[in-house]
């Protein structure tokens, strides 16, 4: 039994070894590898396997944070833009209301304010009216006792 699971695991890690070898050719036989191993980096990386490895191990690590970098960034900014739309619009609710209160306040004082000037303008015109008709009574009394009559003269004709 024991010698059937290892021919089984060797028949699986040669077909897996097969895999592998045909996914190196496709990767060398990529006209963008071949481009690049052309150029002067590609050159002094397979000249330095210890530099590539540790630059491919960097970018392998380091792809984690900087997905999680990335992905914190575009949903702080949706975040942002709606977060902005929305206390923008607080902000212009709030402050309608707040319009709308004061308008309202100012609308009830206008109207207690001209009702107050309209009680007050008849009144103080009853008041002059009455003043000035009773005062003209008796200043025409005063000077109707005062006066002296006027003289009319006959038909006679003055000879001046």
Known sequence: MV???TSSTSRDLQELQKKLASLINSIQSNSKVIAFMNSPVGQYLD???FVALTLLMF???SAIPV??????VVLMSLAACVGVILVEGVVISVG???LLCVLCG???VSLAMSGTVSVC??????LIHYWFSFGSLKHHQILGNKCPKTVQ???STRHD
């Open 153 to 155: 003269y006959p038909n």
């Open 106 to 108: 100012l609308g009830f």
């Open 59 to 61: 970018v392998v690590v």
């Open 47 to 49: 000249k330095h396997p």
């Open 67 to 72: 997905g999680f970098f990335l992905l914190f």
């Open 3 to 5: 010698k059937m699971e």
């Open 96 to 98: 309608g209301l707040m």
């Open 121 to 126: 303008y008849v009144v103080f015109s009853s």
